[in-house]
């Protein structure tokens, strides 16, 4: 295992140097976005100053230059998570898209007591789609129940399953606990149902390379602002015989092979879930963020994201009256906590006037918070260009944080 060089990493990111509320900023704020590199700011620039055109239409040499990179970029995507074929990469707004996506074409073939299983940590973008699934269809949403580490109970999971199970969808990584789920273990047990799954990797992706071969999962989705990447564009992986059955979500320009106003014929894979202009220089920037993350090397940060994620779960645990939820063996370096006594909001601000950016709240799993019994929590969520020094400011800002409000 080689070590990171984070002083020579943290030069890559601008906004590091950012002071805030006159302090320099410390940015624990990395579930929820992840920070920009430099050389995927430089491409984004590079897009608007030489190339910005539409493309897959043009054929002056713009447009050409536009579609190329675009294109690139989706088998970086394709290379990056083993996938088989590049037309089983569609590209879409993020996450959300991807599960809205794949939860409209399941309406054909959704029926009425057909059962779709979700996981009791999900994120709501993962709850919300296939409630109004339920809803169109009059199909059951059944929850895999965990448990008060943050884990989930399989053996209720394998219970279950049944051949009333269309559909499985559970996240890679919970957002809240930072949990990483056993989700081989969920695609093999569905499959032998005859189950679809869809795992959305959002939280998965800047800490662990999915494969998707290997996996043999139906969907996996991936947002590229998590994984230094820009807001707006993301990934769904389909498996090919899915994205062929499935209907296209958005209608548009694109999509069509053939269009006259008695009917219309789909593109191919992937134009077909493609409608209109995508996000061209957010889907090159992705390729581009995917580039950097490799360049570095996901063993390595993996590897000392859970130095830094041990280091302050020790040091935080020495604060009187402070609990964290999730403590799974099995995590990623998020930590989120409470001190008994104070909200979480309270000590959320504070710490950002010492420059520290924490996420509080429920974080779109309030079903979370709810098992737990707490409104929510403060989340600290750490990326590979954190540091140690961080960690005891933020150590520091919360037993600040806890003077003052006790
Ligand atoms: N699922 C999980 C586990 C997430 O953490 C997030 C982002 N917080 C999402 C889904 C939604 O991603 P996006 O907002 O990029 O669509």
Redesign the pocket.
């Known amino acids: 295992k080689e070590a990171l060089d984070i002083q020579k990493i943290r030069k890559d990111f601008p906004i590091l140097q950012r002071q805030v509320n006159g302090k320099p900023l410390v940015y624990l704020d990395n579930?929820?976005t992840s920070q920009t590199p430099q050389q995927v700011i430089d491409v984004i620039v590079e897009y608007y100053q030489r190339y910005n055109a539409n493309i897959h239409r043009g054929v002056h040499t713009l447009s050409q230059e536009a579609t190329d990179a675009y294109e690139a970029a989706r088998k970086k995507i394709q290379t990056h998570f083993n996938i088989a074929k590049a037309h089983e990469v569609i590209l879409t707004?993020?996450?959300?898209?991807?599960?809205n996506l794949v939860a409209n074409g399941f309406t054909a073939f959704v029926k009425e007591g057909d059962e779709i299983l979700v996981s009791a940590m999900?994120?709501h973008?993962?709850i919300v789609p296939w409630q109004m699934l339920c809803e169109r269809t009059g199909g059951v949403l059944k929850v895999i129940p965990m448990d008060l580490n943050g884990e989930l109970v399989m053996e209720e999971y394998h219970k279950l399953l049944s051949d009333r199970t269309k559909l499985v969808f559970c996240?890679h990584?919970?957002?809240a606990l930072g949990t990483i789920n056993p989700i081989k273990e969920i695609i093999d047990a569905a499959h032998r149902m005859g189950a679809a799954v869809l795992i959305?990797g959002?939280?998965a992706a800047p800490h662990i390379k999915a494969d998707m071969q290997d996996l043999d999962v139906d969907f996996y989705?991936v947002?590229a602002?998590?994984i230094c990447g820009p807001?707006g564009v993301?990934m769904l992986y389909g498996k090919e015989e899915w994205l062929n059955k499935l209907p296209p979500y958005q209608g548009g320009g694109e999509m069509i092979a053939e269009v006259t106003f008695e009917k219309t014929t789909y593109a191919d894979l992937p134009h077909k879930f493609e409608a209109g202009t995508p996000n061209i220089c957010g889907g090159i920037a992705f390729g581009a963020a995917l580039d950097y993350m490799n360049s570095i090397g996901f063993a390595a940060l993996a590897h000392y994201e859970e130095e830094l994620l041990k280091y302050a779960t020790e040091q935080l645990l020495d604060i009187v009256g402070l609990k964290i939820y999730g403590t799974s063996e099995n995590k990623t370096s998020v930590i989120s906590f409470n001190i008994e006594g104070i909200h979480p909001y309270d000590i959320g601000t504070i710490l950002d006037k010492l420059g520290i950016a924490v996420r509080t709240g429920h974080?779109?799993a309030q079903p979370i918070m709810d098992f737990y019994g707490i409104p929510g929590t403060v989340r600290a969520s750490f990326s590979f260009y954190n540091t140690k020094d961080e960690v005891d400011v933020l150590v520091e800002g919360v037993k600040k944080a806890r003077n003052m409000l006790l």
């Open positions: 579930a929820a707004s993020g996450t959300t898209h991807s599960i999900e994120h973008s993962n996240n990584v919970s957002n959305d959002a939280q989705t947002s602002h998590k807001t993301g974080h779109c």
